[in-house]
Antibody
Framework: EVQLVESGGGLVQPGGSLRLSCVAS????????MNWVRQAPGKGPEWVSG???????VYADSVKDRFTVSRDNSKNTLFLQMNSLRAEDTAMYHC????????WGQGTMVTVSS | DIAVTQTPLSLSVTPGQPASISCKSS???????????LYWYLQKAGQPPQLLIY???NRFSGVPDRFSGSGSGTDFTLKISRVEAEDVGLYYC?????????FGQGTSLEIK
């Protein structure tokens, strides 16, 4: 069974940093592109970042130069390093598999507040 | 960036009746590789979105055949032939032809 499990969320002050992780199982992680998608409370999904199997990364304008996506294929793990966090980054952060976003994790909540 | 607009924003449907949701993009979603990367998702309460339809008209694994997708270029439609109680939730279209991926605003489906 394909499974994605996120962790690393929490409460952080504006300007702070967090590192999210997503552990994958049930498929060949190294061959798959992966994405981070966030959903603010009561809002629709917003794509944040993606990384190909070849490590090419793409970002939404709203997070460019603040967030960095990376992967460790030896640990089947996707990461999102989030710096200079703002109140508007408050959301549930999901990882999702492939261009289709065919499987999503349950998410990890990030709250940016003083 | 390509914007995606859904209509209507809400639907109330009697069980057994059909439903239709429209999704329009600000630019053609036909990729240079010949494919059209338009997807449909359903988000049930308390759950992340789940993939229903990929590349306009292909049902994802396990999706009932009462769901169908159609369209081309900039105009797309998701149809449910006979709505069931379990179809309640938020429906989103998403384009992945050109980064950044973009979601529509969502359509809330409720049962009468």
């Amino acid at each position: 069974e394909v499974q994605l499990v996120e962790s690393g969320g929490g409460l952080v002050q504006p300007g702070g940093s967090l590192r999210l992780s997503c552990v994958a199982s049930g498929f060949t992680f190294s061959s798959s592109s992966m994405n981070w998608v966030r959903q603010a409370p009561g809002k629709g999904p917003e794509w944040v970042s993606g990384i190909t199997s070849g490590n090419a990364a793409v970002y939404a304008d709203s997070v460019k130069d603040r967030f960095t996506v990376s992967r460790d294929n030896s640990k089947n793990t996707l990461f999102l390093q989030m710096n200079s966090l703002r109140a508007e980054d408050t959301a549930m952060y999901h990882c999702a598999k492939d261009r289709l976003l065919e499987v999503w994790g349950q998410g990890t909540m990030v709250t940016v507040s003083s | 960036d390509i914007a995606v607009t859904q209509t209507p924003l809400s639907l109330s449907v009697t069980p057994g009746q059909p439903a239709s949701i429209s999704c329009k993009s600000s630019q053609s979603l036909l990729h240079s590789d010949g494919k059209t990367y338009l997807y449909w998702y359903l988000q049930k309460a308390g759950q992340p979105p789940q993939l229903l339809i990929y590349e306009v008209s292909n049902r994802f694994s396990g999706v009932p055949d009462r769901f169908s997708g159609s369209g081309s270029g900039t105009d797309f439609t998701l149809k449910i032939s006979r709505v069931e109680a379990e179809d309640v939730g938020l429906y989103y279209c998403m384009q992945s032809t050109q980064p950044p991926k973009a979601f529509g605003q969502g359509t809330s489906l409720e049962i009468k």
